[in-house]
């Protein structure tokens, strides 16, 4: 990988890069609408679910969300989901 970089020109490589950058710019705005619609997906599913709360076992001690649900998998805290 690295011999093909270092076999291409200054002009190819900034032409790459610029490539590059979009892609990450595409990326971005792809991550954020899934992250909308997992956030709208969330507040149907904290309503539509009948939760029945669990321990996490990993949760601190001073860690403020320590339940969740064993169906869903949302934390108890419906502040998070509104
Ligand atoms: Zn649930």
Redesign the pocket.
Known sequence: MFYIYTIMSVEQLCEQNQEHRYEIVELREKILKLEKIIKSNEKVIWNK?E?EWEWDTACGMYDRNCYY?K??K?WRNHYMYQ
Do not use: F, R
Request: charged share 0%; glycine share 0%.
């Open positions: 679910c939760h649900c169906h869903c949302l």
